[in-house]
């Protein structure tokens, strides 16, 4: 009864706001046909979905027949939510302080393409949202589906899972159960990355959203353990992680300049495959001479490989080291951090981009991640 009770004021809530909501999405979808309507509605259906799931975290942790793992998780998951206001800055409000279970291990999948010969997404551009890089669906059948209509168009195309998502303040985000997996320090790292997002957000620029967000996920997650008296991530952890990502968007960099090239379609392609393996030797010859043989990218870099796949990559590490050099100038004063960020996020595209290569000019030479 008590969940039941908990479930409808959460649900009753948001209703309204839901439905203010849902409309525009329904009415652009009808100008743009069939196929937009469907989509639309599948977003339409899995948020609503998720709020009808919301119960407060607060009355779940004190209630008899919460299972005690859920509890302890919830526990812990509260005092990253507190540390996020207080120490972070973050928006204090009720994302995070509601809980959903959705029964998947992914709340949407993100389907990302690019042309064949091309490492520019296609993009989508929704209300509230603006543009972005991926079109998310609440169903992997669905995702796989969109997925192999865009291959029989040529497109290189990548399926990615993801664990939790931002509404943007316009509902009350929920801990999701596909989150409680990690732990509790990636548990909590998310939660900052995602109130990082409700913080400051400008249409149209994915990859500065994704960067802002991954930096105050990062600097959040060390002060959060230093705050605990925890022992920070160990340098080889951090540092493998690096190389990976450095390896990969200097992979990037060199497909960007051979698709540039005055060359043949065919020789294009060749040479596409032969940076793909050079990748996969250069990871191994890393994780082999360096890593001790430990091969904790493995899965990835032995699947198939496109340039979908190098996305997601230059979109969430991009200006990392440009929002780190920022913080650094600003003395870690996360108030002020945010207005310049707000403030550069006000730019034409042009000029944030210029700005934001300027900064990562003064960024330190190893920057945690």
């Known amino acids: 009864m008590l969940r039941l009770f908990l479930l409808l004021r959460s649900s009753l809530g948001a209703l309204d706001h839901f439905f203010r909501y849902l409309v525009p999405l329904l009415a652009l979808g009808l100008l743009n046909g069939c196929s937009s309507v469907s989509y639309y509605g599948q977003l339409a259906s899995g948020q609503w979905q998720l709020l009808q799931a919301r119960m407060s975290v607060a009355e779940l942790v004190t209630a008899p027949d919460t299972p005690e793992k859920l509890r302890q998780q919830l526990l812990q998951a509260e005092q990253a939510r507190a540390f996020a ?20 291990p992914f709340v949407v999948w993100n389907v990302f393409a690019t042309p064949e010969l091309s490492l520019e997404p296609e993009t989508h551009c ?25 291959k029989q168009q040529g497109l290189d195309v990548y399926v990615g899972g993801v664990e939790a998502y931002s509404t943007l303040g316009w509902f009350d985000d929920p801990i999701l159960s596909s989150m409680l997996g990690w732990g509790d320090e990636r548990l909590a790292a998310v939660i900052f990355h995602e109130l990082a997002h409700q913080q400051v957000y400008v249409q149209d620029d ?5 960067s802002f967000a991954t930096f105050v996920e990062q600097e959040g997650a060390r002060q959060w353990r230093a705050a605990r008296g925890l022992p920070q991530q160990t340098q080889d952890d951090n540092q493998q992680r690096e190389q990976f990502i450095a390896l990969v968007l200097a992979s990037r960099e060199r497909l960007k300049t051979l698709y540039a090239a005055p060359l043949s379609v065919p020789a294009k392609r060749a040479g596409k495959q032969a940076e793909f393996e050079r990748l996969r030797r250069e990871y191994r010859a890393l994780r082999d001479s ?36 920022l913080f650094a100038e600003v003395g870690g004063d996360w108030q002020v951090f945010y207005a310049r960020v707000a403030a550069m996020g006000k730019l034409a595209p042009v000029e944030r981009q210029q700005a934001l290569n300027s900064i990562a000019g003064q960024a330190p030479s190893h920057t945690a991640r």
């Open 85 to 104: 206001s207080a120490q972070l800055r973050l928006p204090d409000n009720r994302s995070y302080r509601v809980y959903a279970d959705i029964g998947r």
């Open 290 to 325: 360096q890593w001790g043989g430990k091969g904790r990218f493995d899965a990835w870099i032995n699947a198939p490989m496109n340039n979908a796949k190098l996305l997601p990559f230059g979109l969430y590490d991009q200006w990392v080291p440009a929002f780190a050099a």
């Open 206 to 210: 994915t990859a500065f959203n994704e």
């Open 126 to 150: 929704f209300p509230i949202a603006g543009c972005v890089a991926y079109r998310g669906y609440y169903s992997q059948g669905a995702a796989r589906g969109a997925a192999a209509l865009q």
